[in-house]
C-alpha cells in the first residue's frame, strides 16, 4: 500500500507539466507520513527507501529539462527526516504504552500488598494475644475444668481469626484482581451493629464512647460481607482514634437510616475533623500522618463503595463526618441476579 500511494503521488508529480514539478512535491510526504504513523521507524525507512527509488526513477525517466542534483537531494532530506520524525515519536509512545503499563501494574500490587498489610495487622494482633493466653493458661501447671475450658475458647478463637485473615487475603486479591465482589443478602441492622460491637473493647481501652442510632427495620443490603466489614471497621476505627485526642467529651456516634430508598451510614466523632483543603485529598492513597499508618485505608473505603455502587464522602468542619451511600434492595428474588 505504501509503494502504491508513491507511485500515485509521482504521478501526479512528474505525469504533469515541467513548470509544475515544484507545486506538487507535498504530496511525497503523505506516503512516508502514514507508513511511518502505522509502522514507526520501520515503516519510516522503508518508506523513505521507496520514495527515494521511485524519484530516481521519475528524474531519470519523466525530467526533460533542468532539474538539479540539489533540488532532488533537499527534496529526499525534507521526505526521509519527516518519515524518520514521525516514525520516531510513534516509537516512543508505544514504549512509553509499555513502561506505563507495568508501572500500573507495580502499582496496583504495592496497593493490593498495602492493603493486605493494612487488614492483616488486626487479626495478625488477636492471633498473638490468643496464644499468649493460651502459655500463660499451660505454664501454671496442671488445668483444672475451667481453665481448660477457657483454653478451647481460646483455641477457637485462633481458629476462627486464621480463618478471617485468610478470608481477607483472598477476597482482596480477588477485589484488586478483577474488581470482583462477592454479594450477599445481609441485613443492614446487624452489619451496623456487628461493626459496631467489634470495636467496643478498642473504644474503651481509649476512653472512647460509641453510640448508635440505627432505624428500626432498615431493609437488606446486596454486599460482600467482608468488604463491608472492612469499610466501617477502617471508618469507626479512625473515628475513634480521632476521638480519643478530644479535650473534651469523647464520642463517637454510628448513625443508619434509609436516604431516599437508600442505605445512608454515618460515623461522627467529637475529634478535630477534617479540615477543608484536605477534602480533594482525603481518600488518596497518601502517607498516613498516623505511626505506623500506610495511608491506604480510606483509600481502600472508597475503592470498596465504589465497587458496591455506592458513594462514600466527608464533611468539613469540627467532628469528623464520614457518610456511606449503598443503595438497597427489598426483594429477594432479586438475588440471582445481584449474584451472577
Known amino acids: 500500500m505504501t509503494a502504491a500511494l508513491t507511485g500515485i503521488c509521482l504521478w501526479i508529480v512528474f505525469g504533469r507539466g515541467e513548470q509544475d514539478y515544484f507545486k506538487f512535491f ?4 503523505l506516503p512516508v507520513v502514514w507508513a511511518s504513523a502505522r509502522f514507526g521507524v520501520a515503516g519510516a525507512v522503508l518508506s523513505s527507501l521507496v520514495t527515494q527509488l521511485g524519484l530516481i ?33 510513534i516509537d516512543e509512545r508505544a514504549r512509553a504504552a509499555a513502561e506505563l503499563r507495568g508501572t500500573l501494574r507495580f502499582a496496583a500490587a504495592g496497593q493490593m500488598a498495602a492493603a493486605l498489610a493494612h487488614e492483616l495487622g488486626q487479626p495478625l ?3 498473638n494475644n490468643y496464644a499468649h493466653a493460651c502459655r500463660t493458661l499451660t505454664a501454671s501447671g496442671s488445668l483444672d475444668p475451667l481453665q481448660r475450658q ?43 451493629l456487628e461493626a459496631v460491637a467489634a ?70 466523632d467529637s475529634g478535630p475533623g477534617v479540615e ?26 472508597r475503592a470498596i463503595v465504589d465497587a458496591h455502587g455506592g458513594k462514600l464522602w466527608a464533611e468539613a468542619g469540627p467532628g469528623g463526618r464520614f457518610f456511606v451511600l449503598l443503595p438497597t434492595d427489598d426483594n429477594e428474588s432479586r438475588a440471582p441476579e445481584h449474584a451472577s
Open 199 to 268: 470495636h467496643s473493647q478498642f473504644a474503651e481501652r481509649l476512653g472512647v464512647t460509641i453510640d448508635t442510632d440505627i432505624a428500626p427495620e432498615l431493609p437488606p443490603v446486596w454486599v460482600d460481607p467482608l468488604q463491608m466489614a472492612v469499610l466501617l471497621r477502617n471508618l469507626i476505627a479512625n473515628a475513634i482514634e480521632s476521638a480519643s485526642g478530644a479535650t473534651g467529651e469523647r464520642r463517637v456516634l454510628v448513625h443508619a437510616s434509609l436516604d431516599r430508598g437508600r442505605l445512608l451510614l454515618a460515623v461522627h
Open 26 to 29: 507535498y504530496l511525497l510526504l
Open 125 to 127: 494482633t488477636a492471633l
Open 57 to 89: 526513477a521519475a528524474a531519470q525517466l519523466a525530467l526533460r529539462h533542468d532539474l538539479t542534483v540539489f533540488q532532488l537531494q533537499v527534496l529526499m532530506a525534507a521526505s526521509t527526516m519527516t518519515a524518520l520524525l514521525v516514525g520516531v515519536l
Open 276 to 301: 477543608s483543603a484536605r477534602l480533594h485529598t482525603l481518600f488518596d492513597a497518601l502517607p498516613s500522618g498516623k505511626p505506623g499508618g500506610l495511608g491506604v485505608g480510606l483509600s481502600l473505603c
Open 150 to 192: 477457657r483454653l478451647a475458647e481460646i483455641m477457637q478463637s485462633i481458629a476462627t481469626e486464621a480463618q478471617r485473615a485468610g478470608d481477607v487475603v483472598k477476597r482482596l486479591r480477588d477485589f484488586f484482581k478483577s474488581g470482583a465482589t462477592s454479594l450477599q443478602l445481609v441485613p443492614a441492622q446487624a452489619m451496623a
